[in-house]
């Protein structure tokens, strides 16, 4: 049997290596968005949004860096801005589930009508014309639509699950989104690459006929090529000059602090 003091000896040992040796905190998370919006804004760069990772990552990091945490809890007065901010990502997160999930529910199916194209192409003794060309690039962007779509239903799926179930208090959820901001970046460009493919396989399906009616079933992903042209070139530069405005006034407010 042995000792006492080797058995504590062991048990300490073994809780050493559980704890991990820089441990997660939300109060590290809040003085690290302050540190860098501090560090960027110091160096007076032309575009301090996209030193900080964009609009999305920007606008997160100046929300934390407007909390406070008293004895390793967020402040009675952050807590509803940190509550808005779990809300918001969650949000997002099942908007693109759902957005992904319904596409493929549509393209699913056809991916499986595909495999007598594939058939055909690889019968094709002589050389390919502007059709197959056409039939192989609907088969690929149809593919890309059903694989984005899985990628954005599962990574959203569970990311909500880990920030509901997995996260038991409200600052360990806020410290998940904190340091979630690449993965959720990515849900939303999966999002919006199964809708750019989907659009592409409807165009390349409808155009058969080889004359100028065929412009018709390019006339949807058209529409959101200038419905997204217009979003970026007024709203979005709107709202990154609102972004820095509201860094300049963050800014003074962390250095009079």
Known sequence: MAPKSSRSSYSEASNARLIPSKKPGVATLISDAKKEIMAVMAQSPRDPVRKLGGPASCAAKMMLAKMDVKNGKIAVESQDDAQRMVDSTKDELLNAGVVAALILSIMYGSAYAESAAMYELN??????????????????????????????????????????????????????????????SSVALSKNMTIYASLITLALEVAVTGTYLDVVGFAPIIALFFASLVTNCTLKPNCKNYLVYKLHVLTDELMNA
């Open 123 to 184: 019968e094709i003794v002589g050389p390919w014309t502007l059709r197959d060309y056409s039939v192989l690039t609907s088969m690929c962007a149809n593919f890309v639509s059903v694989c984005a779509a899985f990628i954005t239903v599962y990574v959203s799926s569970t990311m909500y699950t880990q920030i509901s179930f997995w996260m038991p208090s409200l600052e360990a959820q806020l410290w998940y989104v904190g340091n979630s901001q690449t993965a959720a």
